[in-house]
């Protein structure tokens, strides 16, 4: 046998050292109608990201209109004085670009992704939908009856649902916060193009609003084109909205939403919380991620791994609405769904695992951990100009610097097992939590009660 030739192997490459990393800053300015407009230039980002944020809150909609202001996001792609709704939609096609607009709590968004190639015609575009949306009878019709039709379905899904019971048992029913936010049935109705022209003039107008843009701006005169498409926007100047304050009622109990037959418990379990601005915010964020985060967090570990009663379970903070004196709300949740039979262990272990949290705190391994996955990976969170856009957006929407979210991963990594622990209990105390339970309530009344973590009451599902 003759010997085989000896193999050269290509040199296993070697990871370089790591680069030093940090959310990028953006540059401010205002233009001459009053539009503030914050700018990232991201090398390689050719697709540019645009984001305008008006304010138009939601508890600036009129008594008995809750979804006026959904209505009137969704109208702005539905033509201008240029453009028909066919014309617009196959200008933004032809220009490779997206519009897409929501309103919430804070205020209505929209948002714009267009190739750095086609910036000025996408600009063009955003422009004619604010300065001059057509918001024609027949479309704010057609929108209307989407709408209605969007919300039995919504009615039917169990966590939609349990959204809707656990706003309406936090917040007193005079808050907006209370009612959902693109409005009822009975509202939704209500709403005529004249009642959405009416809103816009009322509330949009460029003195108001903010504009950000991120992507590659090599090459781009953005101070041209933003003067030639949202400078011509003009609107008389106005002071925003002051931020009504808001209470809460988080006072331990349950609430069954009953679903006759519902093979599945749906759980939604929150309080309210401080927003980004307390001092406290890091602290909550590591805390809350150890408890219910990702798959390898406290919760899932022993309902789903252990007890095999979830596919998941998740704990999150997420702010609602924030003021500019650095006051404002968050809604602290635990969420997930467990097989019907075992609703009651399951909320059982769940609140062993709160308590027990509050007795032994969280181990350091859990700290690590979670900064790796909350601060490591946070650059490939941002690889995308719309990622960066978006959170420069939420921070002008809650009254934050504009170093905020670096100084923040700055803040995850210095925080420690025990300020992390102090957090997360208080951010869940097992006698303040407002349960709501989407399911059987024959099944699952009688264990829920046995359990003693508050007054059962049982709603119907419509």
């Known amino acids: 046998m003759t010997e085989l030739a000896a193999m050269e192997f290509h040199p ?29 230039h991201r090398p390689g980002q050719q697709v540019v990201a645009v984001e305008v944020l008006l304010s138009a809150p939601l508890d600036a909609e009129p008594a008995g209109l809750d979804g006026v202001a959904t209505i009137m996001a969704r109208a702005f792609s539905e033509g201008t004085d240029r453009h028909s709704a066919e014309e617009f939609a196959a200008e933004l096609e032809r220009a490779g670009a997206t519009l897409d607009a929501h309103a919430d709590h804070p205020g209505v968004r ?12 996408g600009l063009g575009l955003l422009s004619d939908a604010l300065r001059a949306p057509a918001f024609a009878d027949s479309e704010v019709e057609r929108l209307v009856r989407n709408r209605l039709d969007e919300i039995p379905h919504e009615l039917a899904n169990p966590s939609r649902r349990a959204a809707k019971e656990l706003s309406k048992e936090l917040f007193p029913a005079a808050s907006r916060m209370s009612r959902p936010r693109q409005g009822t049935e009975e509202t939704v109705a209500k709403i005529d193009a004249a009642a959405v022209r009416a809103f816009y003039e009322r509330h949009v ?6 504009a950000v843009v991120v992507g590659d701006l090599t090459g781009i005169d ?35 939403v009953d679903r006759p037959g519902a093979v599945q418990t749906q759980l939604l379990i929150g309080r309210v919380g401080a927003d980004r601005h307390d001092r406290v915010w890091p602290a909550q964020v590591l805390g809350t991620y150890c408890l219910g985060g990702t798959l390898t967090s406290r ?21 609602l609405r924030s003021a500019p004196d650095g006051t404002g709300v968050s809604l602290l949740a635990i969420s997930g769904s ?30 690590d951990v979670a900064v790796q996955n909350l601060v490591g990976v946070a650059p490939l969170k941002y690889e995308t100009a719309a990622a960066v856009a978006s ?40 006698d303040r939590l407002v349960t709501v339970l989407v399911g059987d309530a024959a099944q699952i009344k009688e264990p829920v009660e046995a359990l003693g973590i508050g007054e059962v009451n049982v709603v119907s599902a419509e």
């Not at 205002?30 to 539009?35: A, I, P, Q, S």
């Not at 919760?299 to 702010?319: I, M, N």
């Open 338 to 367: 467990v097989d019907t039979p075992n609703t009651g262990p399951a909320l059982a272990d769940l609140w062993t695992v709160l308590r027990t949290l509050a007795g032994e705190g969280l181990t350091d391994t859990e700290r």
């Open 12 to 40: 296993q490459p070697r990871a370089g050292e790591a680069k030093p990393w940090a959310f990028p800053a953006p540059e401010r300015g205002t233009l001459d109608n009053g539009l503030t407009v914050l700018r990232c």
């Open 205 to 210: 107008r460029p003195a108001t609003a903010t």
């Open 222 to 256: 953005l101070d041209a084109l933003l003067g030639a498409s949202l400078g011509a926007w003009t609107g008389a100047t106005s002071q925003p909205r002051p931020v009504p304050s808001v209470s809460a009622d988080d006072r331990g109990r349950v609430v069954i």
């Open 391 to 430: 959170t420069l957006a939420d921070q002008v929407e809650q009254y934050l610097s504009d170093d905020y979210q670096a100084t923040l991963y700055q803040q995850l990594a210095a925080t420690g097992t025990v300020e992390a622990t102090a957090a997360v209990v208080n951010a869940f105390p097992v």
């Open 110 to 121: 929209l948002s714009l992704e267009v190739p750095a190639s086609r910036l000025a015609k």
């Open 299 to 319: 919760l899932d570990r022993v309902l789903r791994e252990e007890k095999g009663y979830t596919y998941g379970v998740r704990a999150f903070g997420q702010v």
